[in-house]
């Protein structure tokens, strides 16, 4: 029995077709795939994602990237009420916390996050820094 190039042989039958739509399909559940890359060390945190990304700083205050318009800005917002867009090289106050977009590459959105940790929210209990 001949077996054309590029086919399959499964079960002694020929499946060119099932090795291009797996193909396919493999390609497109990686296009939408979803990633973040977090890392935070003495209040100087690194957050690469391309979605909506939910973290904990280290003081306690929510940090949210809310929304990525590709290739123009983002939306982040700290403790669910204060919020800025940034566009690629720009820096702005959310929460006492400084948040630089230090690149946007399409909808891969890169950001330098100063969270300052002698913030203090008295809801939370005594200031650690008294």
């Given amino acids: ?64 990237l809310v929304e990525i318009v590709p290739d123009e800005s983002v939306t982040v917002r700290v403790e669910r009420t204060e919020e800025a867009r940034l566009s690629p ?6 929460g006492g916390h400084t948040v630089t977009l230090t690149d946007l590459s399409g909808d891969t959105a890169e950001l330098h996050i100063d969270a300052r940790l002698d913030t203090y929210d008295p809801d939370r209990g005594p200031d650690p820094f008294d």
């Fill in 89 to 94: 090289g720009e820096s702005a106050d959310v």
């Fill in 1 to 64: 029995m001949s077996v054309l190039p590029g086919s399959i042989l499964l079960h002694g039958l020929r499946k060119p077709a099932l090795a291009a739509a797996t193909a396919v399909a493999a390609t497109g559940l990686l296009a939408g795939c979803e990633f973040h890359r977090y890392s935070c060390s003495d209040g100087q945190c690194e957050l690469t994602s391309n979605s909506y990304y939910e973290e904990d700083l280290d003081n306690g205050d929510v940090f949210e």
